[in-house]
């Protein structure tokens, strides 16, 4: 089992940064493929990023890439989400979530574990 909490969202203007961190709870984090998701209000959970166990291998969502950077520390059981150039479409709770499996996927349906999810708001 593994529970997981997100931190680091808040109102933010375009082309500014955040930094969202997530937290996860069990001895296992090592062995489990990292990812976030975000959701806009009347939207789909889409896709953002997502880490491999070691970290050495990273997949990111079209709308994202080159502004976005996933990052973990297996010693602190934290996985992070570095946000530059962002974007007012890019406003939406953004979820931490994890797989106890390898390979990098975008499904939702594929991670078995979820934050509560934060708030990041882009202002134009």
């Known amino acids: 089992q593994v529970q997981l909490v997100e931190s680091g969202g808040g109102l933010v203007q375009a082309g500014g940064s955040l930094r969202l961190s997530c937290a996860a709870s069990?001895?296992?984090?090592?062995?489990?493929?990292m990812g976030w998701f975000r959701q806009a209000p009347g939207k789909e959970r889409d896709f953002v990023a997502a880490?491999?166990?070691?970290?050495?291998?990273?997949i990111y969502g079209d709308s994202v890439k080159g502004r976005f950077t996933i990052s973990r520390d297996n010693t602190k059981n934290t996985v992070a989400l570095q946000m530059n150039s962002l974007k007012p479409e890019d406003t939406a709770v953004y979820y931490c979530?994890?797989?106890?499996?390898?390979?990098?996927?975008?499904?939702?349906?594929?991670?078995?574990?979820w934050g509560q999810g934060t708030q990041v708001t882009v202002s134009s």
């Open positions: 979530a994890a797989r106890p499996y390898s390979g990098l996927v975008v499904s939702t349906t594929r991670y078995d574990y």
């Open positions: 069990g001895r296992t984090f090592s062995r489990h493929v």
């Open positions: 880490i491999s166990w070691s970290g050495d291998n990273t």
